[in-house]
């Protein structure tokens, strides 16, 4: 069968000379049955459909050929040959395929199409279709694959030009506005990716305002805005629902909000399931209301011939074999050795505070390459406009970052992925290293093992069928004092500002609570790790207090000199609070260092230990607050009253007290029991 993919200067598609990428004969079609058993019976298989789109016509509009013409897709990839035939038939699929396959386009365009070919458009305020993504980022990268694609399309492309007067007017000059009929069927898509800077009251709004039909969104976001009266999912309306990055979705974080999400959506309805690593949540997926399911895996040759390989041929996934002091210069000196320089890489770090504290410290340590943090905790405007740096920069860059930029996330020329930490479950690991090496461009991905971990993981992950090799690059080699003199710059510069000092310490903390989770626990032990190599790499002036630690006996402080009482903050007003904090401290009233959020814990925790009369005598000036407070507002509402209103206040209040006596009076006192 023939392979086709794309080459690193065009990015074309082409048929190869040698088959690399196959479907699989085709996946299996499940059914649930009598007693709950998934009963499996083989499909027909589309092993011999052609890859040309052309062969898609007249199933496929015009304008769609338009728009793969213009991207330079002369033909479709496997995943796009095999999975929109069987879309534009009605079928429900599973699709597991190589990262950097073409899903994304897999799904939009027999979504799009589907969405185009009903009898009349959709009505206001009804949603036709959804996707749902478990990042923002991915998110917001399918959204903008989708404004792409409808920018071909008369009628959509005029709904986006009224959504944003901006966007097209200055291509369009004076040409007028070709007029469409309000009948005339549109893809409208709006996207819900939350953040602290988008409210879901705005998404509402947006949402009464231009009535999209298409939904491309994360799950709590989604969530939020069909629970509103306002959004309307019916049977009539409702045709297709996709899951990207399937497999994540149905993780603990998304399953809760994916079953109500669910809820919402009409069962009769077309289902998509997509991702690199799918297979072992298959159980799981049927139960999210697939119907005549077909499953399509596109895997990729390994050496010996067979269709085992779950990333694509162009991509080159390695390890090296170092100690956690070494990592970071071997990291250093790989990025000035490859030639030619990668023009983006991304590092990948267990742990946000981590992100953090790396994200300065790798700016004085490679000055020539632009560096960009992005994680889970920063701001969605930040993360925002960090990600677009990094996927518009012309220069030598560097992403660095957590697992939140470890899935479907498609950036040109990315060709280095380096795991400075290794994942805690092996299906990150795939998705990580899939940034890299996309559409037939090649790329390199490095994993950083320690020799403790080095052979137990790379057995490990070639039983998960994800075989590395050791990088053979000549020049990645690094002695005790080449670590040393990285380890003596990062505690240079950490000595410059406490502030540093404090983000070494969560970051280091936040990274071995990490690692203690990893999946392979008998791999990555927290028990086997060298306290005092680890507290060098991070260039730490000492280790920091953790339960981890408790019963080691080597040299906390490292062997690093520091006094902490003239140790200073950059930040002017950091600086004086700790002087307050460290003068309390000698006066017996504090302890040094402590901000304010650490002594009003202690300050609690002293509350809870002090007498009960003194407790109570708290208590008593509490209630005493809350009985003036209640009698201020009950003054401020009788001066607002009518003479009439008074008069009838009055009047219940004599009731209420003649009820009070009557009560009183028939109690009577406890007398004892009778003989």
């Not at 799950?219 to 019916?234: F, I, Q």
């Not at 990055?245 to 079953?259: I, N, T, V, Y």
């Not at 990274?511 to 060298?530: C, E, M, P």
Request: proline fraction near 5%.
């Amino acid at each position: 069968m023939a392979c086709f993919q794309q080459n690193s200067k065009g990015g074309r598609l082409g048929e190869c000379a040698r088959p690399e990428i196959l479907l699989h004969s085709c996946g299996k079609r499940y059914s649930r049955g009598v007693k709950g058993q998934l009963d499996i019976a083989e499909a027909s298989s589309t092993a011999g459909t052609s890859r040309a789109w052309e062969a898609l016509t007249p199933a496929l509009s015009e304008w769609i050929l338009d728009y793969v013409s213009s991207r330079g897709f002369k033909q479709m990839t496997p995943v796009q040959a095999s999975t929109i035939p069987l879309f534009q038939q009605g079928k429900d699929v599973v699709v597991q395929a190589v990262t950097g396959s073409g899903k994304t386009l897999a799904f939009l365009i027999p979504l799009v199409q589907r969405l185009l070919r009903v009898d009349e458009p959709t009505r206001k305020h009804h949603v036709a279709a959804i996707i749902i993504s478990p990042t923002r980022e991915l998110a917001k990268q399918i959204h903008t694959e989708l404004i792409s694609l409808l920018r071909f399309h008369g009628p959509s492309a005029a709904a986006l030009r009224t959504q944003d007067d901006d966007s097209d007017a200055e291509m369009d000059g004076d040409v007028p506005e070709p007029a469409y009929p309000a009948s005339t069927p549109k893809v409208v898509s709006q996207l819900l990716s939350g953040g602290k800077n988008t409210k879901p009251a705005q998404d509402l709004s947006a949402f009464l305002k231009i009535s999209p039909n298409v939904l491309v969104a994360t799950p709590g976001r989604l969530l939020e805005l069909l629970s509103s009266p306002y959004v309307h999912t019916p049977q009539s309306s409702f045709e297709v629902l996709i899951m990207d990055e399937a497999d994540r979705l149905l993780d603990l974080g998304f399953k809760d909000d994916l079953q109500k999400i669910l809820q919402r959506l009409p069962k009769q309805r077309r289902t998509g399931l997509f991702s690199a690593s799918v297979e072992k949540a298959v159980d799981q997926l049927l139960n999210v209301g697939l119907r005549n399911t077909i499953r399509v895996t596109v895997s990729v040759r390994g050496e010996t011939g067979k269709l085992d390989k779950k990333t694509p041929a162009s991509l080159q996934m390695t390890y090296l074999e170092r100690s956690p002091s070494q990592k970071l210069p071997t990291v250093i000196k790989l990025l000035k050795t490859l030639n030619p320089t990668p023009q983006k890489t991304i590092v990948y770090l267990s742990a946000c505070a981590a992100v953090d504290y790396f994200h300065h410290m790798l700016q004085i340590l490679l000055p020539n390459f632009a560096i960009l943090p992005l994680h889970g905790k920063l701001s969605q405007h930040i993360r925002e406009k960090n990600y677009a740096k990094f996927a518009d920069s012309l220069a030598p860059s560097i992403l660095l970052t957590t697992d939140v930029a470890a899935r479907g996330l498609d950036i040109h020329a990315l060709d280095l992925v380096i795991q400075l930490d290794p994942p805690s479950d092996p299906k990150t690991f795939i998705h990580r290293c899939g940034r890299a090496g996309r559409a037939g461009r090649a790329g390199l991905a490095v994993l950083f093992l320690t020799p403790q971990e080095c052979m137990p993981y790379v057995e490990y992950l070639d039983v998960q069928r994800t075989p590395i090799r050791p990088l053979t690059h000549p020049d990645v080699s690094v002695t005790a004092t080449d670590a040393e003199d990285v380890t003596s710059k990062m505690r240079k510069e950490v000595l410059t500002d406490r502030a540093l000092h404090d983000k070494a310490q969560r970051g280091f903390v936040s990274t071995v609570q990490a690692y203690s989770k990893h999946v392979a626990k008998s791999i990555f032990r927290v028990g086997d790790l060298d306290w005092t190599e680890m507290g060098a790499a991070w260039g730490l002036l000492r280790l920091p207090r953790m339960p981890e630690l408790k019963g080691w006996e080597g040299d906390k402080t490292l062997g690093v000199v520091c006094d902490y009482d003239t140790y200073e903050y950059k930040d002017k007003q950091r600086e004086k609070a700790r002087i307050v904090a460290l003068e309390a401290w000698r006066n017996g009233d504090g302890k040094v260092g402590e901000g304010k959020e650490e002594r009003e814990k202690r300050e609690r925790r002293r509350g809870e230990s002090v007498a009960w009369s003194e407790k109570k005598g708290r208590l008593d000036m509490r209630q005493e607050r809350r009985e003036k407070k209640h009698k201020r507002r009950e003054m401020e509402q009788i001066a607002k009253m009518t003479p009439e209103q008074r008069a009838e206040r009055e009047r219940l209040e004599k009731m209420i007290q003649v009820v009070r006596e009557e009560v009183k009076g028939a109690e009577s006192e406890f007398e004892g029991f009778s003989d």
